[in-house]
């Protein structure tokens, strides 16, 4: 007996291969979709550890600025206090330069000339005087050049020739004077704990 199959059968071939890839498409799609989520819930899982992490650093670099903070704070303190130590060690090294000053000035004028003023100003003393002869003014400026320990680079400023009576009838040519001279500090203090002039040493006898 034979068989002839009278239905449309390539029109259900066609649904059937229509089905087909319409499913294959909706599977794909899904496929599609749960890798998207997968990639997606990644993506955010990085981009919420790497806001913590900033988080983390934003924290630290607050807790910095503040001992940042701290520390210039401090370094203010110990420049302050270094330049109050500063002040006092020179008050100190200071307190003894009049008496040596003195000492110093006794010690270098030469015969013939006498001192009328002695003025201070800072480190440095201007002196005005009279002098027999212009040569008793260098030979001062020598001595306190050359061989004062507490004492250094006098200035002449002025020099001025004048007459001086010495009685009813005679005068006497002097010269007026004006130098300027600059104290010494004493250095700091040595092994022995002993205050030493900044330059040279004190000869032996003079304080």
Known sequence: MILINLLPHREAARKKQKDQFFTQLALSAMLGGIIGGVVFTWYQGQISDQQSRNAMLQQEISRLDEEIKDIAGLQKEIASLRARQTAVEDLQADRNLPVHLLDEL????PDGIYLKTMKQEGQNVLLTGVAQSQERVSELLRNLGNE???????????????????????????SNFTVRVALKRPAPKDANGAATPAAGAAAPGKV
Not at 106 to 109: F, I, W
Not at 153 to 168: G, T, Y
């Open 148 to 174: 004062s320990p507490w004492l250094t680079r006098p200035e002449l400023i002025e020099i001025v020739a004048a007459n001086v009576p010495v009685n009813a009838r005679e005068q006497r040519r002097v």
């Open 106 to 109: 006794v010690a270098q004028l």
